[in-house]
């Protein structure tokens, strides 16, 4: 082969394989001639545009625009292609069925012999799927996908924003944080779907709740986060963490079920509690876990003496997790004394923690946080094991003794309730008649129909069922009877003042002789004196249990406890 026959194949072959790639390449190619009207287009065009080869020669590209863009845009792009012979750049065009999409743009000129622009040569390609994900994965890294509120990125990012501009203009923030009493309740009962739909109920009336120019966010789990900026006084946000206190009231109406939900709430101010963004936060979280401790359904504005040494929780917290293999539990037992035969019927289980070095820790200090962290339900297995077992060994003397466990609101929701205390009766074969379990009003009220179901099943084995503290819950003596109970446990704050107020006697009198209509057992908690006592036995109340019987007892003494109380 000669140079010029060398030349010529590599001529031909490099304009086959141009024109090969340029015809099988994904990007789409538009040419046209120098009025811009199209003279030749590549498979890619047709198969992003929609538009066929020869619909389309002749007719000008701007058949493909959107209306997303402004003449502004496309004066600028031919700015640039007139001038530096080039424009590249993201551009919204619409395919021949109408659809939108989003292609990437480079608008070449080329140019004759005689330096005039002869054609114009367009590649582009469809970005629309990659802008999508894009658009898609900032809302997810932004936004909470069950609710559709900001979630804890975009919130800490605003929140960092805002306190820079009241920094500026000297004005106050506030941040509240709270989280949902009852969320576990729900989602334990009902599924996680029921779960998701109540926090979208929420989110939506506590947004109803709030102001433009505020923030709601969810955090993750039941907790969610307002922001409110430019507060001109603390009473503002009172009113606000009022608002919402109250807006929750009203049911929420989950896949048919009425559900009741209170809330917590802490309030941290800038640049009051600190200028930080991340310690604002905190600071209101620490004032929700007291509003927490301090009875829920609440709110708690932090103050730095208050609640500046949570540490100490944290580390009891931390105790609390060890406190079990380390065997620092125990039970004591309080007899329960039936007025018309000064016999001892019953036993209450009441746990103890003996810490190593804080010593004895009441429950009333240890529950609630064992409540929040989940390792109530840990602990009241133990609770039911331990109570079962000395029963048993408490039978082998006084056959006919009664044994009463508390059992709080985590532990009666869950699902394997039934199937532990079953498991619990066989292994210690103890007769499950012989078992109480002690429940508060604010455990059943909320969801009665569920309570009720569950009662039901508990009543099926034949354990019996006491509703403690009466009187103080939120309940009315009126529903009463559709709780299938066997017990009634006054509230000993009612018998406290029983003797000096006669207020609290006419209640007393009143819930003896209701509970004798409903044919339940009527016990008195928290019987000091002998006033106190004689009182009750008068008014035919069945039982009572307190000091003036007896403090609750470790195991080793309740023994000689019973033997002498049997002989006097
Ligand atoms: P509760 O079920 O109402 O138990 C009665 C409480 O009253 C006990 O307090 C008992 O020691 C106290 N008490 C008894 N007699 C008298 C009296 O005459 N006067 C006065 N002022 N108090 C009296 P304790 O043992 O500190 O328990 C406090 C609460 O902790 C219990 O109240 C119960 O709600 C909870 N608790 C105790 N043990 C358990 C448990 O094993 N599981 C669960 N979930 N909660 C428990
Ligand atoms: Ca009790
Ligand atoms: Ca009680």
């Not at 140019?111 to 582009?124: C, G, L, P, R």
């Not at 580390?315 to 406190?323: I, S």
């Not at 009143?510 to 339940?520: F, Y």
């Amino acid at each position: 082969m000669s140079n010029g026959d060398v030349k010529l194949f590599q001529q031909t072959a490099f304009s086959n394989i141009i024109k090969h790639v340029v015809e099988n390449i994904k990007e789409g190619i538009i040419i046209t001639d120098e009025n811009g009207d199209i003279v030749w287009v590549n498979d890619a065009f047709e198969v992003v545009t929609g538009y066929k080869r020869e619909e389309i020669i002749g007719k000008n590209p701007r058949i493909l625009q959107s209306g997303i863009h402004d003449r502004a845009f496309y004066k600028q792009m031919w700015k640039a292609i007139i001038e530096h012979g080039h424009w590249q750049g993201e551009i919204c065009n619409k395919r021949k069925d109408g659809e939108l999409y989003v292609e990437w743009l480079t608008v070449h000129a080329i140019y004759d012999s005689e330096e005039q622009i002869a054609n114009y040569v367009a590649i582009f390609s469809d970005i629309t799927l990659q802008k999508n994900q894009l658009e898609q994965l900032k809302k997810m890294a932004h936004y909470d996908m069950v609710t559709g509120i900001p979630n804890r990125y975009l919130f800490t990012k605003r929140l960092e924003e805002l306190t820079k501009i009241a920094a500026r203009y000297g004005q106050t923030l506030a941040v509240m944080f709270f989280d949902l009493d009852r969320f576990k309740f729900v989602n334990d009962t009902f599924g996680h779907h029921a779960g998701d739909l109540l926090l979208q109920k929420v989110a939506l009336r506590i947004k109803g709740i709030l102001q433009k120019k505020d923030t709601l966010a969810r955090f993750g789990g039941d907790e969610f986060v307002v922001m409110i900026p430019a507060v001109s006084h603390d009473e503002e946000v009172i009113r606000v963490a009022r608002a919402i206190i109250e807006g929750l009231k009203a049911p929420f109406v989950v896949n048919g079920q009425d559900i009741y939900v209170t809330a917590s709430l802490g309030v941290s101010f800038f640049p009051r509690d600190s200028e930080d963004s991340t310690l604002l936060i905190r600071n209101a979280d620490r004032a929700m876990h007291s509003a927490k401790r301090k009875g829920k359904n609440r709110f708690e504005i932090y103050s730095q003496s208050e609640h500046g040494s949570d540490a100490v929780d944290l580390a009891l917290e931390n105790d609390l997790h060890k406190a079990m293999e380390r065997g620092e539990f125990s039970l004591h037992y309080q007899p329960l004394v039936h007025l018309a035969t000064n016999e001892v019927v019953g036993v209450e289980a009441l746990i103890r923690w003996n810490h190593p070095e804080r010593g004895f820790i009441p429950p009333a200090t240890f529950i609630p946080l064992a409540e929040e962290t989940g390792l109530i339900v840990a602990i009241s297995q133990w609770v039911m094991e331990e109570a079962c077992r000395q029963l048993k060994e408490l039978q082998r003397h006084h056959p006919k003794l009664k044994m009463n466990i508390n059992l709080s609101t985590s532990c009666f929701l869950q699902h394997e309730l039934i199937d532990n205390l079953e498991r619990f009766i066989s292994c210690t074969n103890i007769d499950p008649r012989y078992l109480e379990i002690e429940l508060t009003e604010s455990t059943l009220m909320p969801n009665a129909a569920f309570a009720i179901e569950r009662l039901v099943q508990i009543k099926k084995r034949q354990i019996k069922i006491a509703i403690d503290d009466f009187g103080t819950g939120f309940s009315s003596l009126s529903y009463l009877h559709r709780f299938p109970i066997d017990t009634l446990k006054i509230d000993k704050s009612f018998i406290r003042h029983l003797s000096s107020y006669r207020g609290e006697a006419a209640i007393v009198k009143a819930i003896i002789d209701m509970g004798r209509s409903l044919n339940v057992t009527v016990v008195a908690e928290g019987v000091e004196t002998e006033k106190q006592y004689k009182f009750l036995k008068d008014y035919g109340c069945d039982c009572v249990q307190g000091y003036y019987i007896s403090k609750p007892l470790p195991f080793d003494e309740l023994l000689p406890f019973l033997h002498e109380w049997k002989a006097e």
